[in-house]
């Protein structure tokens, strides 16, 4: 069934529909505003926000499918896409800003002449996902997003569900992904069961934590992104919480930046062997070093905020904060 209404005009009633079309066109919006400039490649923080606007925009196109009749150029899958290709050429700009800011300076100076090779080929590799952005820039995928996505949010068209008050939706469209982000396998990494006990194992040892990492980083990763999906998701909805809700949305968001020190400070380290070709516990101990230290301090974040999300307390009072709208919680 399709329903054509007009969102722009207010209702005392806010519906599933307002919501759809607000967030879709206000990441749409905030992708637009930053294309020129990615495209002339003279700011990074350019680059960034559109990228944001491009993941934003494809939660909102994800999540809100079983309420708007979209384009099928806009899908999740192409608007995926391009973000990904966005994302490759962010990926260098953060291991240069990284290697520069955070670690350069505590350096040697035969360390430091030594990084001026992966700094090189740093550029490089830069220069070819800026020809692949610009490219794909230009594509008929894009393209077509562009314009037919601007040409839904001057006719918008609905599915039945659209109409439904959003207060009677808000738990059915996000307790899937509070549960999706609950149990994943991610939360189990360093732990151990006893007697249906879940023991975190506290070592701190950096060996120990390398393992763990080695050998279900892609697991902990995967919990990361799970984290920004469910924060994206979230965050549509603020305004229709209370702070307890709020302070779960942070919580979310410091999970995701807790795991990403993580995932960054490895595949930085795997990044720099590839480049220049030799052990960079020879060639740079002492980026080595600090790799290891700021490893170890992620870590030890990482560790009680586990224990505190595998309890079962804390998972109830997260369900009970998405249950109770401001408006939902008086029904």
Do not use: C
Request: proline share 4%.
């Amino acid at each position: 069934m399709t329903v054509a209404t007009n969102p722009k005009v207010e209702t005392q009633e806010k519906t599933l529909g307002n919501y759809a079309y607000l967030a879709l066109q206000t990441h749409f919006k905030k992708t637009l505003k930053w294309e020129t400039a990615v495209k002339k490649d003279k700011d990074p923080e350019a680059l960034h926000q559109m990228r944001v606007g491009l993941r934003r925009l494809r939660t909102a196109v994800s999540r809100f499918d079983l309420a708007v009749n979209l384009p099928k150029s806009v899908s999740e899958k192409n608007v995926g896409k391009i973000a990904r290709s966005l994302g490759n050429l962010r990926d260098f700009d953060v291991f240069k800003e990284t290697l520069e800011k955070s670690y350069q300076p505590h350096l040697p100076q035969k360390e430091q002449e030594s990084l001026q090779t992966a700094f090189k080929t740093l550029d490089q590799q830069r220069e070819n996902a800026l020809v692949d952005v610009r490219a794909i820039l230009k594509d008929e995928r894009y393209k077509s997003i562009k314009h037919d996505l601007k040409e839904w949010l001057e006719e918008p068209t609905y599915q039945s569900l659209a109409s439904l008050p959003i207060h009677q939706v808000l738990p059915d469209l996000l307790l899937p992904e509070v549960s999706s982000f609950l149990l994943h396998p991610g939360w189990l990494v360093g732990t151990q069961v006893e007697k249906s006990e879940i023991q975190i194992l506290k070592d701190s040892r950096t060996k120990k934590i390398e393992h763990q990492l080695a050998k279900n980083g892609e697991i902990l990763h995967s919990l990361r992104k799970q984290a920004k999906r469910l924060r994206y998701q979230m965050e549509l909805f603020t305004d229709l919480y209370s702070e307890s809700y709020t302070a779960y949305v942070a919580q979310v968001k410091d999970i995701q930046e807790i795991l990403g020190q993580m995932q960054d400070s490895v595949v930085l380290a795997e990044w720099l062997m590839d480049v220049l070709r030799s052990d960079i516990h020879t060639q740079l101990p002492t980026l080595a070093s600090l790799f290891k230290e700021n490893l170890s301090k992620s870590w030890q974040q990482w560790q009680p905020v586990q224990e505190q999300y595998l309890k079962v307390a804390t998972r109830r009072r997260f369900h009970l904060a998405v249950l109770h709208s401001l408006q939902g919680s008086g029904v």
